[in-house]
């Protein structure tokens, strides 16, 4: 199972927290903003929110309120 196969997994959870993260990190200077997508780009930096997630879902704390 790869990175993207445990996001779908999380569904609507992850697509959440990958909107706020998007929104999060734009910028109106392009170089940043540029430099932003970039990294965004890079799976190894939505590791630890995915795992966080999953975390949270296997002790029963994600819940459609959340």
Request: include cysteine; charged fraction near 30%.
């Amino acid at each position: 199972m790869d990175l993207n196969e445990v996001q779908a997994f999380l569904g609507q959870d992850w697509k959440r927290v990958e909107t706020l993260f998007r929104e999060s990190i734009r910028s109106d200077v392009q170089l940043l903003d540029d430099t932003n997508q970039y990294i965004f780009r890079n799976e190894g930096k939505l590791l630890r929110p995915t795992l966080g997630l999953l975390m949270a879902r296997a002790c029963g704390q994600l819940t459609e309120e959340s």
